[in-house]
């Protein structure tokens, strides 16, 4: 079982930048790549960013890249995804996943919201 727990959502203005957190608990967390995931009102959820398991390989969506940065800390369990520049379109419910042994896990989103 993996629990994965998302925090740093907030109302934020268009420019603005925030990071988010993401905690993994329950497995060797430093053995799998992480993702982040976005869902806006009335649309499916989105690809965001993508992290290797070392840290060291990372891919973006093409309507963040050079604006998000996704890391980890193995040592604290967590992912990280700092937003900078952000657009009011960044408004979106935010997730963290995880793919082990062919299962999805999700975490409970949080919310971003980017005002013009």
């Known amino acids: 079982q993996v629990q994965l727990v998302e925090s740093g959502g907030r109302l934020v203005q268009a420019g603005g930048s925030l990071r988010l957190s993401c905690a993994a608990s329950?497995?060797?967390?430093?053995?799998?790549?992480m993702g982040w995931f976005r869902q806006a009102p009335g649309k499916e959820r989105e690809f965001v960013a993508t992290?290797?398991?070392?840290?060291?390989?990372?891919y973006y969506a093409d309507s963040v890249r050079g604006r998000f940065t996704m890391s980890r800390d193995n040592a604290k369990n967590t992912v990280y995804l700092q937003m900078n520049s952000l657009k009011p379109e960044d408004t979106a419910v935010y997730y963290c996943?995880?793919?082990?042994?062919?299962?999805?896990?999700w975490g409970q989103g949080t919310q971003v919201t980017v005002s013009s």
């Open positions: 996943n995880t793919d082990i042994a062919g299962t999805r896990y």
């Open positions: 329950g497995r060797t967390f430093s053995s799998y790549a």
């Open positions: 992290i290797n398991w070392s840290g060291s390989s990372t």
